[in-house]
Nanobody
């Protein structure tokens, strides 16, 4: 049973920074993509950033230059370093893992950017 657990939720002022962490248990795959998605109230869930097992990274245009996704060393799991946070980054952030035949989600954590 694969489980994804996010941590690092918080309230931060505009311009501040936050690091999210995703830990995976029970996951064993050679080819996969890990990603962070977010969903703001009244909006659809959207991709924030993703990274493949080979290290290829992709970012939403809205976070390019501000957010950095990185993988955990030697295991499935990842981090999201968020700098220059804006009120529009406020959302529930979800950890996602896609293998060749399955898709897994974490429960989500709240990130609030407000003064």
């Amino acid at each position: 049973q694969v489980q994804l657990k996010e941590s690092g939720a918080g309230l931060v002022q505009p311009g501040g920074s936050l690091t999210l962490s995703c830990a995976a248990s029970g996951a064993n795959a050679n080819t996969y993509t890990e990603g962070w998605f977010r969903q703001a109230p009244g909006k659809q869930r959207e991709l924030v950033a993703s990274v493949t097992n080979l290290g290829f990274k992709k970012y939403a245009d809205s976070v390019k230059g501000r957010f950095t996704i990185s993988r955990r060393y030697g295991t499935i799991g990842m981090f999201l370093q968020m700098n220059g946070l804006k009120p529009e980054d406020t959302a529930v952030y979800f950890c996602n893992l896609n293998t060749s035949n399955m898709r897994y989600w974490g429960q989500g954590i709240q990130v609030t950017v407000s003064s």
